[in-house]
């Protein structure tokens, strides 16, 4: 997991804006007592991971701007600790000005377990981090609701025990009163435990500006199932806004900075439907928009991902039209396209106000994005999955930086004023303990937790939601520069973390830099009077454009009695890389190369902030070795033929030479192979009837001599390409078709494998290889489009299928009986006993495919309430579960761990599974029913065909809950 803390006194780190320093921790006395330390809001504390040593935190804000850091209590490794708690005092500043303890929010961090990475892309240069055990969710000490401790939930924040060798991290939410004095602040925090105490302090820098109560960055956070007014209100606290309120609660949400409000109006488009519904009337809209609290900035969102349903192009155009009319924006999340930059009215205006895009379609479409905003549309960034091997990801197992980088720094050098996130609230059976409702997943379309849970209404944030707060106000500090006439200066900053989708930072010590740069200039603007970063280092030995130095030297440099640490950046390239941060003004690096040019620069900081020197250079004196000869016999000779494609390559011994590289490819000038201290190279795998060109190079530590580049043909495959892939099935626009199918295609003349892509992209990565015609994925998501080919391979070369696609079979959730269409029977039919593993068996004359699921009642009579109702929906190979009053369902998918359970039975998806052939599907559920349910009970069953008929009801047989 990654670790970012600070391991040495004198290294000072920034908190989101704020800059954190390090002092020594102080330590308590006794094996039995706590150790407790501090950590930045984008450090992951792993679970286990040592202690850090950083107990003191100075931190800059601004007035009106919640900014956070953790607090983090360590176990002894041979004892637990007990009734732990964290409080702060009040923060006490300028003529004894006060920022009342109650502006704190703690919230106790709850780790999640990534038992299944996100999936990666090869070659990425962001990849999920390993599996184990997150901090993730967040139990809030006090409901915000009422500002009283939480009540009735499971989880609860304080008094907390800590295991032996473990951590616990505490989030502390500090919000700065919009009326507090600029200036210095001090205060404290105290952790308390039955095995001792400890306390560290807090020193805070009020910022000589106030951020907008509303934020500048438009956004669109969607709640499904969870929505409420205090769930809206704690989206809102973290300066995002919710996809859809009803206007009679815009009022209550006025002051928490909401502003921004979809009117709801679906047209049915969306990624695997290119239709879409007629829009209302100008009327019905203009009543809608009426309707809104003044100054709401309102849209609809129309349809989803529909750039490749270019027939929907006119739809969208009267859509826009009437959406205009009646005084409203349209959002639709596709890349902008030249058809619908006008709506029809003669305007100029497009037909979508906002584009909402992916990076990947961003990055496809630059044209006509940069068009749209000349036009004066909207460009909103929004993520999803994992799209592409480059841009930040949203998923729980990549590093925090992923998620703070997009809103603010990447959007606005982007030019880019929105953030679109397609759901919040995606929660499993157990979402405090399983982040799997989106499989493969971890985290996907879950940013909250639920409230009742942890005893409060609502939701209960997420460390990532937090994150994503943060970069919104990273967007806000360079809005407020632009409007203050520093916009070319703040986005240089910007880019220079976050230029766009592939470049970007994966150090957070460079974005809490950029940011504190951000906010100095702001304070500084509005007449602050902040301490100030150190002078920049300067007189550095060797000088810069010195020659001759030793290959072993010492680096030094005049530096800043106010500096804390230094980071030194040194290496060969003329943007070196950072190599250590030290205390002093020295550095010693490892022996260098003879005759090289080295260039390196000092970064001087303290808890203010830092500056940069110039960027130096020097070359290192030449070796008194003589360079080697010119390696000569290479062998095969330039220009053979026939040449076997497992060849070893070979040359005569070169003077002086100490080790020889290899540079061998199909590319006249071939890319370095490998490294040998031998006068000969074998490789195997070469591709037949290809050119390939080779050469060597001769080294030693003086230099190097290289041979001419050769070329020869290896010999002609007996093998012909294989014949492109056919019959591939299932067909494209295949639809209803189930979550674990089988693929299938017709034999290859010739192929030897086969390569299967299949994803939810229309250029779909790779799945498997296989040496079969039909390879079976599952877990795949109903509802959903897929696009799959298959490339059959040989020796001679690949051929490859076109791309088709389907669409599975949507989950249903069950309503109840309506027509017979065929029977259903169970095993043990009849019986008795507290718990039992059922055989239920579904059958219809056409086929089990026809069949969508089957319903299961057992109650002493034929009634839905107060009985162990459960619908299996094959499609998706999920059990559900309705409530006591049937009011709700609970669900679990085949072979999980979870429970669902009502006040009659309970049922585990560990022991379920299901079986078909033929008309016919089994599925085995466990249930366990419960005590108060004892009596002879019938077990009614009716079977449910994909078209939405079913059969009656029917007593198939009895059991006794003893």
């Known amino acids: 997991m990654e670790k970012m803390r600070i391991q040495y006194p004198g290294k000072r780190w920034f908190l989101g804006g704020l800059v954190m320093f390090v002092a020594w921790m102080v330590p308590v006395s006794g094996q039995t007592s706590p150790t407790v330390w501090v950590a930045p809001s984008l450090t992951r504390v792993g679970l286990t991971d040592s202690a850090g040593t950083t107990t003191t935190a100075q931190i800059e804000a601004a007035r009106g701007e919640y900014e956070s850091f953790q607090i983090i209590v360590k176990a002894p490794s041979g004892n637990a600790l007990s009734g732990a708690n964290v409080t702060l005092s009040d923060l006490t500043g300028p003529g004894g000005s006060i920022i009342s303890k109650s502006s704190y929010s703690l919230f106790r961090e709850y780790y999640v377990h990534v038992t299944t990475s996100s999936p990666a892309w090869a070659g990425s240069a962001n990849m999920p981090l390993p599996l184990g055990w997150y901090p993730d969710g967040l139990i809030p000490f006090t409901d915000p609701s009422t500002g009283l401790p939480p009540s009735g939930g499971s989880l609860v924040a304080a008094p907390f025990s800590v295991s032996a060798g473990q951590n616990q991290p505490i989030w502390v939410d500090l919000l700065v009163p919009r009326n507090a004095t600029a200036g210095q602040y001090t205060g404290s925090y105290t952790v308390t435990t039955a095995q001792g105490n400890f306390t560290g302090s807090v020193a805070l820098t009020v910022w000589n500006f106030t951020l907008p109560a509303v934020p500048s960055l438009h956004s669109s956070f969607e709640f499904w199932t969870a929505g409420s007014t205090a769930a809206n209100e704690e989206l809102l606290r973290n300066r995002l806004q919710p996809l859809l309120v009803s206007a009679s609660s815009e009022s209550t949400l006025l002051p928490y900075g909401f502003h921004d409000n979809n009117l709801g109006y679906w047209s ?13 009337s100008v009327s019905t809209i203009k009543a809608a928009v009426t309707a809104q609290q003044p100054g709401v900035f309102v849209y609809n969102y129309t349809a989803d991902e529909v750039g490749s349903c270019s027939n929907l192009y006119t739809s969208l155009q009267q859509w826009g039209l009437n959406l205009h009319q009646a005084g409203s924006n349209q959002l639709v999340t596709m890349a902008p396209v030249p058809q619908l930059f006008s709506d029809g009215s003669g ?22 994005i940069h068009t749209a905003l000349g036009k004066g549309d909207q460009v909103w960034s ?39 996130y397609w759901r919040i609230d995606m929660f499993s059976s157990d979402p405090w303990n399983n982040v799997y409702a989106y499989a493969g997943y971890p985290g996907e379309g879950q940013l909250v937790y639920p409230g009742s849970t942890v005893g409060i209404a609502g939701v209960a944030p997420s460390m990532r939601l937090k994150y994503l707060r943060d970069g919104v106000d990273d967007f806000e500090y360079i809005q407020m520069l632009k409007a203050a006439g520093q916009g070319t200066w703040a986005l240089q900053v910007s880019g220079g973390v976050g230029a ?7 150090d957070p010590n460079a974005l809490y830099s950029a940011r504190q740069q951000l906010g100095a200039e702001l304070d500084k603007l509005n007449g602050g009077s902040a301490p100030q970063p150190p002078s920049a280092p300067s007189n550095p030995s060797p000088a810069s454009g010195a020659t001759g130095v030793s290959t072993a030297p010492i680096l030094t440099w005049t530096g800043d009695v106010n500096a804390t640490s230094y980071d030194v950046y040194f290496g060969t390239s003329a943007s070196p890389a950072l190599a250590t941060t030290v205390a002093t003004t020295s550095y010693s690096p490892a022996a260098l190369a003879n005759s090289t040019t080295y260039y390196w620069r000092v970064v001087a900081k303290n808890a203010n902030g830092s500056t940069t020197s110039a960027t130096w250079s020097f070359g290192t004196a030449a070796s008194t070795v003589s360079l080697p000869s010119v390696p000569g016999n290479l062998s095969p000779v330039s220009g053979s033929t026939n040449v076997a494609t497992s060849v070893t390559l070979s040359w005569s011994a070169s003077s002086n030479a100490t080790s020889y590289d290899v540079y061998l490819g199909t590319s006249s000038t071939p890319p370095l192979a490998g ?28 230099g190097s001599a290289t041979s001419a580049t050769l070329n020869f043909g290896t010999a002609a495959s007996t093998v012909s390409l294989p014949s492109v892939p056919g019959n591939l099935s299932p067909a494209s626009g295949s639809t209803n078709v189930a979550t674990s199918p089988t693929l299938s295609w017709s034999a290859s003349s010739n192929a030897t494998s086969y390569d299967v892509y299949l994803g939810t992209s229309s250029t779909p990565p790779l799945a498997a290889s296989v040496a079969a015609t039909s390879y079976s994925p599952s877990g795949l998501t109903a509802g959903t489009t897929y696009f799959w080919r298959v490339v059959a391979k040989n020796s001679a070369g690949t051929a490859t299928s076109s791309t088709i696609h389907f669409t599975t079979g ?56 107060s009985a162990c109702w459960i619908y299996y929906d094959r499609g998706s190979s999920t059990i559900w579960l309705a409530s006591d009053n049937t009011s709700t369902w609970s669900s679990v998918a085949l072979g999980s761990s979870a429970v669902i359970q009502n006040s009659q039975c309970s049922v585990t998806g560990s022991g379920a599974s299901v079986s078909a052939s033929g008309t016919s599907f089994t599925v085995k ?14 077990i009614f069953m009716d ?7 079913s059969t009656s009801l029917v007593s198939e047989g009895t059991w006794t809950v003893q």
């Open 268 to 280: 049915g488009a969306n990624i695997g439907t290119c239709t879409m519904s007629s829009p209302p």
């Open 347 to 368: 305007t100029g205006r497009s037909a979508v106000d906002i584009w909402a895009v992916l990076p990947d379609m961003y990055d496809a479409d630059v044209s006509n």
């Open 382 to 420: 929004y993520n999803t999955l994992v799209q592409d091997s480059y841009s930040p990801k949203w998923e729980i197992d990549f590093p925090p930086i992923n998620f703070r980088i997009q809103p603010g720094f990447i959007n606005q050098s982007l030019g880019l004023n929105g953030l679109l």
């Open 500 to 506: 766009n989708w592939s470049t970007w930072t994966r």
């Open 675 to 702: 490294s040998v201290t031998s006068t000969s190279y074998s490789v195997s795998g070469l591709t037949a009837g290809t050119t390939y060109f080779w050469r060597v190079v001769a080294k030693n530590a003086s």
């Open 810 to 865: 949507a989950a249903t959730t069950p309503t109840g009986p309506t027509t017979p269409t065929g029977p259903a029977t169970v095993s043990p039919s009849s019986g008795s006993g507290s718990s039992q593993t059922f055989a239920f068996t579904f059958s219809n004359s056409s086929g089990y495919t026809a069949l969508q699921g089957g319903t299961v009642i057992v109650n002493a009579n034929l009634a839905w309430t």
């Open 925 to 938: 559920i466990p249930i366990t029913f419960k005590t108060a349910f004892k009596g002879t009970k019938n």
């Open 943 to 949: 079977a449910n065909n994909s078209n939405g008929t």
